[in-house]
């Protein structure tokens, strides 16, 4: 059995109660995780192997890779780990200090990789590039010039595929 576990409508409040494939029900969250974690299967989707980001719209779990498995699931958090110990702030500063004009996800997450000597799929070294960037944008070090992609709820989910940023210009004050 696969204990696959799926919210379902609560009756006190609102909240979700969950029930997994073998019969099981859970009044909240965490015996719901519990119990994923106690057969092997992933407590970020609860072995379903899709995660939620809007309304009606889903994708693989970022926590197990789409599998549903603790296994992955915790193969993966230790990838993101070592990702973000290899992965500095530094790192991602000293390499788009190298571009003169804008720059793409990718080809920071690529100048990285190739620069640390990772192989493809060894370490989540896009993500972690993403987080960095996204990090610098917020304290105004870089702006992003792309627009999205694919709008999926509205303007309020937004899809970015390989986004471009460009260094702020900084005033000679």
Known sequence: MNH???PTPGVLLGADAYACSCGASFADRMPAELHAAENDRCTGCLGSGEETMAPGVTRPCTNCAGSGGRREQIIWQLAHSEAE???TMSTVRGVIAGFDG???LSEIADTIRS???LPVGRLPVGPRVRDLLLE???IGEITMISA???LL???DVVLYRDPSWQRTPTLGI
């Open 115 to 117: 620069g640390l000597d």
């Open 102 to 104: 804008p720059f793409r």
């Open 148 to 150: 999205p992609d694919e």
């Open 4 to 6: 696959t576990i799926s």
């Open 85 to 87: 110990q290899l992965i």
């Open 153 to 155: 709820d509205g303007t």
């Open 136 to 138: 610098l944008q917020s």
